[in-house]
Every structure is written in structure tokens, then in C-alpha cells.
């Protein structure tokens, strides 16, 4: 009888260890490891003892003791597999907005400025205009406050930054570098675009440079600075 407990008890400590293993792998690589069907994270092992009966649950959760997250797309396979931002992540779990968007330069077309102007290319927060990964854009401040994150489909991320006289409600103002690049890009659509972070009215130069020098996206950046090029 013993000699069984034994044997039982090896049995189930192998397995927890096993387990364990899947588990740190899991974590590190992103990739969910399904070696063992479902019910078998949950299975209750029992056997008997001479003071109690020992109850071990091998329950995903307790193994981890962490929330799970959503896996991402590894840099290498992003870049490897050419995947854009718009296939790369759920977008549907970001509440939604559909606006009019327009695209706008730091020139004296859109905001009256000439290069000579000491506020030329400088936006109502504060920071220089950008179009990079994270882009600086125009809106309606009542609407997408200073710092709000959108994922503008087309387009990429754009980072409140400004504001203008004919941008009410819902519409926003994307910025690019040339009056050239507004009509070959984008012109004028009819856009849903995903709310990822809401601003607090704030929006600092360090802030801006953080966003676009995040390692973990720095393969879309690429592929977009490749684009532009």
C-alpha cells in the first residue's frame, strides 16, 4: 500500500512539475502550449494518507497566479510575415468611433504659419508635429482630449496634439508632412477609429518620443518609416 502512495505521489509531483514547465514556457514565449487536452488542467488527483485525504488541483490559474493576456504577435514573425497594425491586434475590444477625417500640414495652407513663424510646426499641446508609428493629430478637444490615443485604421496610431477652428465634433485632422502626401494617402474618409487610450489633457515631447520608441512595435515602425522612405 505504501509502495502504491509511492508511486502515486511521484506520479503527481511529475506532472506538477511538468506543468510548471508549460506554464514558464507559456509566459515567456506567448505561445499557449496544448500538449494536454483542457479538462486535464482541471482534473482533481486524489489518494489517500494516514492522518487525510490530499486533494491536488491542477488549475491553470493557481499554476500562473496571473490574469491571462492576450498573446501578441512577436516582433520577428510581424516582420517576417510583412503583418500590418490593422491585422495584428483585436481592435474590436477598443470602444469605437466613426468620424470624418481630413489630412493637414504645418504650412500656411493649413494653419496660416510660414516656416519663419515662431510657432511653425508646433501644436496646441505643446509638441512638434510628428507623423511617425504614433502620428500627431487634430481634434475636437470636447470630443478626444489632449493626449488621447486613437488607432485610425489607414492611417496608424495618431496622439492628440491639437486642435483646430473647423474641427468640431466628430471629426479629426491627421497630420502629414506635405500637402502632397495628404492627397496621395488619405484626402478625406468616413473612418471608424478605436479609442486605445484616453488623454488627460496632457501631452509632453518625451511622452511622444516614448510612444515611437516602444522596443516591443518597433518592427510596424519600420515597415512604416520603410513605406515612407
Known sequence: ?????????????????????????????????????????????????????????????????????????????????????????????????????????????????TPDHPQYGITYSGVKVKRDLYSTIAADLNVFPIGTILFIPGYGYGVVADKGSAIKGNRIDLYYDTVEDVYKYWGKKTVDVYIVEKGDGTLSEEELISLNENETMQVFRQQYLKAKS
Open 1 to 113: 500500500m505504501n509502495k502504491f502512495k509511492n508511486t502515486v505521489r511521484r506520479i503527481t509531483m511529475s506532472i506538477l512539475f511538468l506543468l510548471a514547465l508549460l506554464t514558464t514556457f507559456q509566459s515567456i514565449s506567448g505561445v499557449e502550449a496544448k500538449i494536454f487536452p483542457d479538462w486535464f488542467y482541471s482534473y482533481r488527483f486524489v489518494y489517500g494518507d494516514d492522518d487525510a485525504e490530499k486533494r491536488v488541483w491542477l488549475d491553470d490559474k493557481e499554476l500562473q497566479r496571473q490574469e491571462r493576456v492576450q498573446p501578441q504577435i512577436s516582433s520577428k514573425q510581424a516582420f517576417n510575415d510583412s503583418v500590418r497594425l490593422e491585422e495584428a491586434f483585436d481592435w474590436s475590444k477598443y470602444p469605437a468611433k466613426t468620424v470624418t477625417a481630413t489630412g493637414y500640414t504645418a504650412g500656411v495652407e493649413s494653419t496660416g504659419k
